[in-house]
């Protein structure tokens, strides 16, 4: 499974002798998977995923309520990560990373700020669509990259990751501790790693009706805690930060995220923190982790 992926990836971006090349780095096939899980380990999981992405729209409408909760959750993250700002000029910027780009919306971000982002995810559908988007601007936005990739073995060297961001993605596999030592792998000294997932949350199973299994609601297989999280990172060589909540429960369910679409993210994130210091009742969470 592991080496399919690799296969994949190196179609995105391969150089003359045949290795994966992001910024200046250039990675074989050995390296690539010679930390891969054993092949039967997230074929489920990367089957689901990949049809997954093929028939599910990632990109909700910027005007509806979903929109614009991935809209703001993208603009807290960018902000915990230190990316919300114009890329220095020239090409020493670093190398920046969404890991699990569903939609792709993080990257493109990150590309109109001026950064060159790599989007990786299990799904190569998502990093299709992804890249034909950022190409089709045409007006030198499409800086970000995007590969198909397993994030339990990346196609990327030891200490090459200034900063990246893993959003609504951890919940979802089978061993997220392992997935953030990867990610903790490819980190520099001093690099940031921003991740978020849904708070707390109550995982709810039905009986599948097409193949008689236990399934989980929205393919969530762990409910994360601050603590959880923490715990993943300091496993991961990395220090922790403190938890930042967002996207609260009433607020949601009141669609205020879309009446107050207009606002300036200051103005709507002081309205957030208002209402969680008097409920703190979030869907969301996130954490910043540093490499020692």
């Not at 392992?178 to 707390?200: D, I, M, T, W």
């Not at 609601?217 to 991961?236: C, I, P, Q, T, Y």
């Amino acid at each position: 499974m592991a080496g399919n992926l690799q296969q994949q990836t190196a179609s995105y971006d391969v150089d003359a002798a045949g290795g994966a090349r992001w910024d200046g780095a250039m990675v074989s096939d050995e390296q690539t998977t010679e930390n891969a899980p054993p092949a039967d380990r997230l074929r489920g999981n990367a089957a689901h995923y990949t049809r997954d992405a093929a028939e599910y729209d990632y990109a909700p409408s910027v005007d509806s309520e979903l929109g614009q909760i991935e809209l703001r959750r993208a603009q807290l993250l960018l902000r915990l990560a230190g990316l919300d700002q114009p890329a220095p000029a020239g090409e020493n910027q670093g190398l920046v990373a969404d890991f699990g780009i569903g939609g792709g919306q993080l990257a493109a971000m990150m590309a109109e700020l001026g950064w060159r982002p790599l989007g990786l995810d299990i799904a190569w559908h998502n990093c299709a669509r992804a890249r034909s988007e950022r190409q089709a601007l045409g007006d030198g936005k499409s800086g970000a990259r995007f590969s198909a990739a397993d994030l339990y073995a990346l196609p990327l060297p030891d200490g090459c990751v200034k900063a990246g961001v893993v959003s609504e993605v951890l919940e979802h596999l089978e061993e997220p501790g392992a997935a953030v030592k990867e990610l903790g792998r490819v980190l520099q000294p001093g690099g940031v790693l921003v991740a978020s997932c849904p708070y707390r949350e109550k995982l709810v199973w039905h009986l599948c009706i097409h193949c008689n299994q236990p399934t989980p609601a929205n393919a969530h297989l762990h409910s994360v805690s601050e603590s959880k999280m923490a715990g993943w990172m300091r496993d991961a060589g990395l220090e922790p930060g403190r938890a930042v909540f967002f996207n609260h429960k009433a607020l949601v369910a009141m669609r205020w995220n879309r009446r107050v679409r207009r606002l300036p993210y200051g103005l709507w994130r002081a309205g957030e923190a208002a209402a969680l210091a008097l409920w703190r009742k979030p869907y969301h969470f996130a954490m910043v982790g540093v490499k020692k």
